[in-house]
């Protein structure tokens, strides 16, 4: 998910070290009548299944059943709270958090959940008391000062708040969070001077943050700094061009209207906390930990937009873009990320195999609004993912009519466009998309490898795109499709011994490709391996090829590489005039 917040430089090896959490999806074997009727061991047993799977609501379901079989089991107790909290059913999971804690006074997820309720009901005190306990570790220290000390976010306590934050000790990263909670806290306290203060250093630490791009860009407007705003923003833009909140912070600078705070409660800041960290772990491999606070973000607010698409992106980490789309249907309709939740669950749609579904949401939002680039490109992606052609170049033709001015980032558009020209038989359309990609881009390698590897199979342009290819493969030495171009560029020149060396390499950096395995197989047989290039022909027809090539294999299996003249001699007259 591209749209998720950047908190790159936070926790870069902390994941290892959290707390370990019932991982969770939805197992086909039962159905939830069928619950009831389980054994304790059944349950068990399809809750871990249900775990291992990554379905959350099956995972709860059977954990419940278990726990109701045996209530005095501890364990079980345990693995029911963090699956029950994992679904988002936190009202429950306060529920089995007093049990929790009733056996083990010192459950620091527990004792979490219990201090965010009683945030979520205005108990600060009790909050404080809970969270107090909950501090054991680099996530939960953080997690449970930034918490309390939005419990504090008056204008009477939040000096308390401040130095209990500043006196928190950590790694590096923490002062990420540290400046940009304490930068919100003061602004909601009034002492606005302060707060710019703290997202200063915030941005100063990390500029390409979105959330303290935001509170940064936004305190300066509302002090009179509006230039330094736009500033701000439009530094974020050449980064990460067109994110929506960004678009709409600079239209209303603009247009002259107040950009409001990202905060304006406790609970909206502690939702923030839990947010800001859920994002965090959820990109850096601890997605079950992950899952957890931004499933109690949502608790505090349940329409924070990057809240539910850090949800929504978590869940296609890990492989259930079906719970994706649940979420995206989540995200509130007035808000300037929807049409983004929009395309990515069309994109998960496809991914289903449901195409029709996507392409009509996709459809819906480009005639609602015709130059929505985002929403068109993803079109032709689903389209050039099925192989339609002709349809996949119309699409990104649409979006490269709505760019004003083609910038650095547009590369991709053409580039894109000229695959579906170049798989349509389009070549003199294609070729020029690839050099406009590369005006653009100067030495992006996909680019280079496309158009080096298309002019060597032509026989044409050889020294260029031999160098292109050479290029390509400096930049991403282990990307086996770019190494196999290298190879192949070899082979169409006639150095076999060469071709070989290369294609052996692609071959092992992507053993499942049929084309690459076929590659090695035509240079094998070309210096006389021919036992070694039936096997590799055999091997690439195992691994479906496109129709048409399976043909071409199979009777290179039967009969050989077929006699054609030298690759060399064809080279030579490709060069001459007349000769491309």
Not at 541 to 563: A, M, N, Q, T
Request: one cysteine or more.
């Amino acid at each position: 998910m591209i749209l998720s917040p950047s908190y790159r430089h936070a926790l870069p090896a902390i994941v290892a070290a959290i707390v370990s959490c019932a991982a969770v999806t939805a197992t086909p074997a039962q159905t939830p009548s069928t619950y009831s009727r389980t054994s304790v061991s059944g349950s068990y047993l399809a809750a871990r299944h249900a775990s291992n799977e990554h379905d959350p609501a099956a995972a709860a379901a059977y954990y419940r059943a278990a726990l109701r079989g045996d209530q005095r089991n501890s364990e079980l107790l345990s693995r029911a709270f963090l699956a029950v909290l994992t679904n988002g059913d936190v009202e429950e999971a306060v529920k089995l958090a007093d049990r929790v804690i009733a056996a083990d006074k010192n459950d620091r997820i527990a004792r979490l959940v219990l201090g965010v309720r009683a945030i979520k009901q205005k108990q600060y005190v009790a909050a404080r008391a809970q969270l107090a306990q909950s501090i054991r570790g680099p996530i939960t220290d953080l997690a449970a000062t930034l918490l309390s000390a939005w419990t504090e976010a008056n204008a009477n306590e939040s000096k308390a708040a401040i130095d209990a934050i500043d006196k928190l000790n950590g790694p590096e990263w923490y002062n990420l969070f540290k400046n940009l909670h304490a930068g919100l806290l003061l602004d909601l306290a009034g002492q606005k001077k302060e707060a710019l203060k703290r997202f200063e250093r915030a941005y100063q630490a990390d500029a390409t943050a979105l959330r303290i791009v935001q509170a940064y860009a936004s305190q300066l407007s509302r002090q009179g700094s509006k230039d330094e705003a736009l500033k701000v923003y439009k530094a974020f833009d050449d980064v990460l061009p067109r994110h929506p909140l960004i678009t709409d912070a600079i239209s209303d600078i603009n247009a002259g209207r107040r950009v409001p705070s990202m905060v304006d409660s406790p609970q909206t800041g502690a939702a923030e906390v839990l947010y800001g960290l859920g994002a965090a772990l959820g990109r850096r491999g601890g997605e079950d930990l992950g899952l957890i606070y931004l499933q109690l973000a949502l608790y505090l607010a349940p329409s924070h937009p990057m809240a539910l698409l850090s949800l929504a992106d978590v869940y296609e980490n890990v492989k259930k873009p079906e719970l994706a789309i649940k979420i995206y249907e989540r995200v509130p309709a007035n808000s300037p990320m929807h049409r983004n939740a929009q395309v990515q669950r069309a994109i998960d749609l496809d991914g289903l195999d449901r195409t029709d579904e996507a392409k009509a949401i996709l459809d819906k939002l480009i005639k609602a609004n015709p130059t929505e680039l985002e929403a068109i490109t993803a079109l032709g992606n689903i389209e050039r993912g099925r192989k339609q052609y002709a349809e996949c170049a119309d699409a990104y033709s649409k979006g490269i009519d709505t760019i004003a001015r083609s910038e650095k980032p547009n590369w991709v558009i053409y580039y894109f466009r000229g695959i579906c020209y170049e798989r349509s038989k389009q070549w003199p359309k294609a070729e020029g998309d690839f050099k406009t990609a590369l005006e653009l881009s100067a030495d992006q390698p996909l680019v280079l490898n496309y158009l080096g590897y298309s002019w060597i199979d032509q026989g044409v342009h050889l020294d260029e795109g031999m160098r292109m290819i050479e290029r390509a493969v400096e930049q991403r030495a282990d990307d086996g499709y770019i190494v196999d171009s290298l190879g192949w560029a070899y082979y169409r020149i006639g150095n076999f011994e060469e071709a070989v060396k290369h294609l052996e390499h692609a071959v092992e950096l992507k053993p499942e490709d049929p084309t690459i395995n076929d590659h090695l197989g035509d240079a094998y047989w070309k210096i006389g391996r021919i036992l070694e290039a039936r096997f590799q022909w055999s091997h690439a027809r195992d691994l479906k090829p496109e129709p048409e090539d399976l043909v071409k294999i199979e009777e290179k299996v039967k009969s050989g590489l077929p006699e054609e003249p030298s690759s060399a001699a064809a080279a030579e007259r490709a060069k001459k005039p007349g000769g491309g």
